[in-house]
């Protein structure tokens, strides 16, 4: 069994920074890819960023390119999503998931695990 529990969520500004950190438990974190998906109010969850393994490769959504960093340190099970330049469009309850594969991926059917969620606001 896995658990993901995400923080760093919060209301901010347009152009403004956040900085998502999911921490993981009760599996070898290193030896699978993680990734961050989203879901706004009406809409389909959608996939953000993904990492692999040893973080070495990564992989974004257009919409986010440029402005976000995904990022994991595996001594402390842990992955990262640092925003920047957010958008009111930003404004989604962000997931944490843990593949079944090691290189990334941006296909939510290769997740098996998720967390809880963190909700991130971006006013105008």
């Known amino acids: 069994q896995v658990q993901l529990v995400e923080s760093g969520g919060g209301l901010v500004q347009a152009g403004g920074s956040l900085r998502l950190s999911c921490a993981a438990s009760?599996?070898?974190?290193?030896?699978?890819?993680m990734g961050w998906f989203r879901q706004a109010p009406g809409k389909e969850r959608e996939f953000v960023a993904t990492?692999?393994?040893?973080?070495?490769?990564?992989d974004y959504a257009d919409s986010v390119k440029g402005r976000f960093t995904i990022s994991r340190d595996n001594a402390k099970n842990t992955m990262y999503l640092q925003m920047n330049s957010l958008k009111p469009e930003d404004t989604a309850v962000y997931y944490c998931?843990?593949?079944?594969?090691?290189?990334?991926?941006?296909?939510?059917?290769?997740?098996?695990?998720w967390g809880q969620g963190t909700q991130v606001t971006v006013s105008s």
């Open positions: 009760g599996r070898t974190f290193s030896s699978y890819a």
């Open positions: 990492i692999n393994s040893r973080g070495g490769d990564t």
């Open positions: 998931a843990a593949s079944v594969v090691a290189g990334i991926t941006s296909r939510q059917y290769d997740y098996y695990y």
